[in-house]
């Protein structure tokens, strides 16, 4: 189950803006025209955010998509989760909006199999070094992954940013995990992590643009990463990783210090982040087909 607190707003803005880029470029380039936005979200979790009443990343990723102008025709969105609950969920949700369940593929598994299986779906389409799109990593945890499979999809998500040089890396990763599974490893007693700087050097992203979410006990670490240079977000806290704020949200990313390194932007009432009705429409056939004429073909781990 996807984690929920007061901080998941923010996390959602900064989600949008993110998405709003890529989207944007698909839109406006003539040369685009007739290629889709690809958008893989691992551990995507139901599309609402129960416990604190916020929207989840699929149906902000599609509010996006709308406000941007982005053809529901043109979207290849894969939504992967393990929680089978969580899945149905989400399958209900798309459901009431026709467009949007028709270019979404829900695969319940886990989410190095459907990262692979996304690179999989982009290279039958189109040239792999071509393809815009974006990767959303959020697994409520840092860059690990444990010896269940349990987190972000490590090794397949190295391999797929050197092949897919233009879609954008956007890490949303908990700071106070990595703090402790830091001290742990500095005490012995337990395997090594990956520093923020260590993160950013194996994803080959030449650009990189990097904020905080410091709400109460949350504190996390949003990275967005890609090959074109584009303008920062200042506006909504996201710089440029060389620029003073980057350096210092950097800092607080390595030691998760508390108090205010600089002066935080107030998180926009966006009308596009409003609260969503939790009615869940229409049921979602899971063989239901989507705009490219495929089938969405649902994971499966073994005993689901």
Same mark, same amino acid.
């Given at each position: 189950?996807? @984690?929920?607190g007061?901080?998941?707003?923010?996390?959602?803005e900064?989600?949008?803006?993110?998405?709003? #880029?890529?989207? &944007?470029?698909?839109?406006?380039k003539?040369?685009?025209? &007739?290629?889709?936005?690809?958008?893989?979200?691992?551990?995507?979790?139901?599309?609402?955010?129960?416990?604190?009443?916020?929207?989840?990343s699929?149906?902000? +990723?599609?509010?996006?998509a709308?406000?941007?102008?982005?053809?529901?025709?043109r979207?290849?969105?894969?939504?992967?989760?393990r929680?089978?609950?969580?899945?149905?969920?989400?399958?209900?949700?798309?459901? !009431?909006?026709?467009?949007?369940?028709?270019?979404?593929? %829900? %695969?319940?598994g886990?989410?190095?199999?459907? %990262?692979?299986?996304?690179?999989?779906?982009?290279?039958d389409?189109?040239?792999?070094?071509?393809?815009?799109?974006? #990767?959303i990593?959020?697994p409520?945890?840092?860059?690990?992954r444990d010896?269940?499979g349990?987190?972000?999809?490590i090794?397949?998500?190295?391999?797929?940013?050197?092949?897919?040089?233009?879609?954008?890396?956007?890490?949303n990763?908990?700071v106070?995990?990595?703090?402790?599974?830091?001290?742990? !490893?500095?005490?012995?007693h337990?395997?090594?992590?990956? &520093?923020?700087?260590?993160?950013?050097?194996?994803?080959h992203?030449?650009?990189?643009?990097? @904020?905080?979410?410091?709400?109460?006990?949350s504190?996390?670490?949003?990275?967005?990463?890609?090959n074109?240079? $584009?303008?920062?977000?200042?506006?909504?806290?996201?710089?440029?990783?060389?620029?003073k704020?980057?350096?210092? #949200?950097?800092l607080? !990313?390595?030691?998760g210090?508390q108090?205010?390194?600089?002066? +935080?932007p107030?998180?926009a009432?966006?009308?596009?982040?409003?609260?969503?009705?939790?009615?869940?429409?229409?049921? %979602?056939?899971?063989? !239901?087909g989507?705009?490219?004429?495929?089938? $969405?073909?649902?994971?499966?781990?073994?005993?689901?």
């Open positions: 189950m996807q @984690g929920q007061i901080g998941t707003a923010r996390k959602q900064l989600f949008y803006h993110a998405n709003a #880029v890529g989207m &944007r470029i698909v839109v406006s003539a040369q685009l025209s &007739r290629f889709p936005f690809w958008l893989f979200d691992g551990n995507c979790g139901s599309g609402w955010n129960d416990e604190v009443g916020v929207i989840g699929p149906i902000n +990723a599609h509010k996006v709308d406000w941007v102008g982005l053809a529901a025709s979207r290849q969105f894969y939504f992967c989760d929680n089978r609950a969580s899945m149905v969920a989400l399958q209900d949700r798309l459901a !009431a909006d026709p467009a949007w369940e028709a270019c979404s593929h %829900l %695969l319940n886990d989410n190095e199999e459907g %990262l692979a299986l996304f690179g999989q779906r982009i290279a389409r189109e040239k792999p070094e071509f393809a815009v799109g974006a #990767v990593v959020d409520n945890g840092w860059f690990y010896r269940k349990e987190g972000p999809p090794d397949g998500l190295q391999a797929f940013a050197q092949q897919f040089k233009r879609i954008d890396i956007i890490l990763l908990n106070r995990t990595y703090v402790l599974q830091k001290g742990q !490893a500095q005490k012995g337990g395997p090594g992590v990956m &520093r923020p700087t260590e993160v950013l050097r194996c994803l992203r030449n650009n990189w643009l990097v @904020g905080r979410i410091k709400v109460g006990q504190r996390f670490w949003v990275a967005v990463g890609r074109v240079a $584009t303008g920062d977000h200042r506006k909504v806290g996201l710089y440029h990783i060389d620029s704020e980057g350096r210092e #949200v950097m607080f !990313a390595e030691s210090r108090g205010g390194l600089f002066d +935080a107030d998180i009432a966006l009308p596009n982040l409003q609260r969503v009705s939790q009615a869940p429409g229409l049921p %979602l056939s899971p063989s !239901a989507n705009a490219s004429g495929e089938r $969405t073909v649902p994971m499966r781990r073994p005993g689901d």
